[in-house]
């Protein structure tokens, strides 16, 4: 069975920092690209950013380029966000999510997501 | 950046069609992906590559593609597909995953 679960999320003061992760079980994780998405209260989902098999490609959407970083540990089937610099925008809930693609960016399968709330 | 717009609703009887249209200039160059969410779970793919179903996903899911317009079809509709309703593209020039602002489906 494929499983994605994030893990890392809480309440963070404005300027301050977490890091979250996603631990895949149930496919070759090596063999995909990974997303994460994020979803405000309320709101529409929003791409986060994305990374490639092997971590040579990654791309972020405009709002948290400098401040976010996406990383993966291909030996330990594990996706991590870095985000620093964190935002009372930035509150939302995390995903992280299989993009089984080798073009046309898409996600097929999804984690439940860890809530991040930046208040102070 | 790429932008994609959606209606925020549409409303549907039970049993008949609901067709959600996601609009974008030119999208018809693209592929799109559409994703439902109900309350309180993690979106799920029905239609990716404009019109392709993942195994589990009823053939009631269908999608399309053309000009300006994408376009979600559920027919038969049933009051578990409320829900709402994503759709999603890869933009390359930007190397931007873009999605519509999403459309709430309401089965009267």
């Known amino acids: 069975e494929v499983q994605l679960v994030e893990s890392g999320g809480g309440l963070v003061q404005p300027g301050g920092s977490l890091r979250l992760s996603c631990i895949v079980s149930?496919?070759?994780?090596?063999?995909?690209?990974m997303t994460w998405v994020r979803q405000a209260p309320g709101k529409g989902l929003e791409w986060v950013a994305s990374?490639?098999?092997?971590?040579?490609?990654?791309f972020y959407v405009d709002s948290v380029k400098g401040r976010f970083s996406i990383s993966r540990d291909n030996a330990k089937n594990s996706l991590h966000l870095e985000m620093n610099s964190l935002r009372f925008d930035d509150t939302a809930v995390y995903y992280c999510?299989?993009?089984?693609?080798?073009?046309?960016?898409?996600?097929?399968?999804w984690g439940n997501g860890t809530t991040v709330t930046v208040s102070s | 950046s790429y932008v994609l717009t959606q209606p925020p609703s549409v409303s549907v009887a039970p049993g008949k069609t609901a067709n959600i249209a996601c609009g974008g200039n030119?999208?018809?160059?693209?592929?799109v992906h559409w994703y439902q969410q109900k309350p309180g779970q993690a979106p799920v793919l029905v239609i990716y590559?404009?019109?392709d179903r993942p195994s589990g996903i009823p053939e009631r899911f269908s999608g399309s593609n053309s000009g300006n317009t994408a376009t979600l079809t559920i027919s038969r509709v049933e009051a578990g597909d409320e829900a709402d309703y994503y759709c999603?593209?890869?933009?390359?020039?930007?190397?931007?995953?873009?999605f519509g602002g999403g459309t709430k489906l309401t089965v009267l």
């Open positions: 999510a299989r993009d089984p693609a080798a073009s046309s960016r898409h996600m097929d399968v």
């Open positions: 149930g496919f070759t994780f090596s063999g995909s690209w």
């Open positions: 990374i490639k098999q092997d971590g040579s490609e990654r």
């Open positions: 030119n999208i018809g160059i693209y592929t």
């Open positions: 590559y404009d019109k």
């Open positions: 999603q593209v890869w933009d390359s020039g930007s190397a931007h995953v873009v």
